[in-house]
């Protein structure tokens, strides 16, 4: 290589690496960090940082993407999928807005998430609720709002459930539909804390000693229930298709179950979400269309074994559509060698941001990448970190990373992957303000979610 090329090649940005980024990302020659069309440090001039900039039409392609794998492969099935789009993952009334346009329908876990999607005007029936420990009020607004379907997660809260129906002049005639939530036994996924269907946990009723059969059985004693079938969810960010195809299987298992047992087939069986994507270039997001197939082709196989017919089957992603659509972007502030017990020196990059808005670090040890987004550095890396503002030193973004010898305060730093559970899980922690969510596509850029004030924390202080 010539010494003109050598100098060329050192300053050229890296590429993209495409599976952790939304879709419409690009690097210009110049390094600038780019979004369906609108360079970050627009976006940061006009919005300020931190701020989670969300690709909508990302959004919109992962939602169709799983209506259309799903449709698809279950259609020679003769039976068709409802996606519930996991509302807890990130909700605004736009998003819920787009879900719905693109054929999805939302679930929700609390009052909050189920007054968020009707405010958005999805309408009741394609609403689900969730929740281990739902309110009366949250109960009697779900039933009020005539959603598609309560999921219930106790034997006391059948009961509870039955008593509102009652109470809200519900009766066979009309029932309110129900689904059971049913651990299996089988989990999977990145971390303790985010597997739900093992045993030692809080959410629903386990399959062992019959306790799913009693459950559902107690469901069918109420003529003011629908039972419309069982549901099951069984972790998060899980990268392995088989475990959600023997969960299939066992579900299919516990509906002709309680089909001897009562004689009544439940129509339904929902899968719950947690398809895992890819935080950082090393990771391969779960293919869609493919597990859809494995899917329909489990259960398929199931049902023949079994000699019944395939139920409507509903799944309920939020990571999965959600998560890869979102960068959040940062200004750099205070950069600081700082030498570490073995004598080697780190790099301490200080965001202005942090644990308050993205915990998944400190939660649950969660891996990310990051990127110079407004120039391109020096070819050589230094070993980093990178931390945010927060009085806490458990408060790191990356933990370990190389970035670019030259990066300096005012630089602007984008972490791709934080469209889930990053705004929805994020904190007032050292009263910082949380970040607005911005919304880009086809060089517009839309404020969803704005970011808070001083004016809006101190609202709440009554002095
Ligand atoms: N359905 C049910 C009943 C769930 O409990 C969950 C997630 C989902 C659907 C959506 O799962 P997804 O497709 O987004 O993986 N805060 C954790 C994740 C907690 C997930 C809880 N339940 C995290 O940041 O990784």
């Known amino acids: 290589m010539s010494a003109a090329g050598a100098a060329q090649a050192q300053t050229a940005p890296a590429p993209l690496e495409a599976h952790v980024w939304p879709l419409s990302a690009t690097v210009s020659d110049d390094g600038v960090l780019s979004l369906a069309g609108i360079d970050v440090t627009t976006l940061a001039e006009d919005f300020g940082t931190p701020a989670y900039i969300l690709d909508e039409g990302h959004f919109r392609a992962r939602a169709r993407l799983f209506v259309e794998s799903f449709t698809q492969a279950f259609a020679p099935l003769g039976t068709s999928v409802d996606v519930y789009y996991a509302g807890k993952s990130f909700l605004s009334v736009a998003v819920a807005k787009w879900a719905r346009e693109e054929g999805l329908r939302v679930d929700t876990c609390t009052g909050g998430e189920l007054a968020v999607a009707l405010r958005a005007g999805v309408p009741g029936a394609e609403i689900g609720l969730h929740g281990n420990n739902k309110s009366d009020s949250e109960i009697a607004r779900a039933i009020e709002a005539r959603v598609g379907r309560i999921v219930v997660d106790s034997f006391a809260e059948i009961e509870r459930v039955a008593a509102a129906a009652r109470a809200a002049g519900r009766t066979a005639t009309d029932p309110v539909p129900v689904m059971v939530r049913v651990t299996t036994g089988i989990h999977a996924g990145g971390h303790e804390f985010i597997s739900t269907a093992h045993e030692d946990q809080k959410f629903g009723i386990s399959l062992a000693g019959g306790q799913a059969l009693a459950a559902l059985t107690a469901v069918l004693g109420h003529p003011e229930l629908e039972l ?54 090393d990771e391969t997001p779960i293919d869609v269309p493919s597990l859809a197939r494995d899917l329909a082709g489990v259960i398929a196989d199931v049902c023949t074994e079994l000699g019944t017919t395939v139920p409507r089957i509903s799944i309920e992603p939020g990571r999965a559509i ?34 308050s808005d993205n915990i998944r670090p400190a939660l649950y040890d969660a891996r990310y990448t990051a990127r110079l987004a407004n120039r391109t550095g020096s070819a050589q890396t230094v070993r980093a970190r990178v931390v945010g503002k927060h009085c806490e030193s458990g408060d790191i973004v990356i933990s370990d990373i190389a970035l670019p010898a030259d990066i300096a305060p005012g630089d602007l730093l984008a972490v791709p992957a934080t469209g889930a559970y990053g705004r929805s899980m994020a904190s007032n922690y050292n009263h910082v303000l949380r970040p607005p969510v911005v919304a880009v596509d086809a060089g517009q850029a839309r404020v969803i979610v704005r970011r808070e004030t001083e004016d809006d924390l101190l609202a709440l202080d009554l002095g």
């Open 228 to 281: 419309l079938g069982a549901h099951t969810h069984i972790g998060s960010q899980i990268q392995d298709a088989e475990a959600f195809e023997v969960n299939a299987r066992t579900m299919l298992g516990l509906r002709e179950d309680l089909h001897a047992a009562t004689g009544y087939l439940m129509p339904e069986l929902d899968l719950g979400g947690g398809y895992g994507i890819a935080y950082t270039p």
């Open 322 to 355: 959600v998560g890869s659509t979102t960068v959040t972007v940062y200004t750099v502030g205070v950069v600081k060698p700082v030498t570490i017990d073995d004598g080697s020196v780190r790099l301490y990059v200080s965001v202005d941001g942090g644990m």
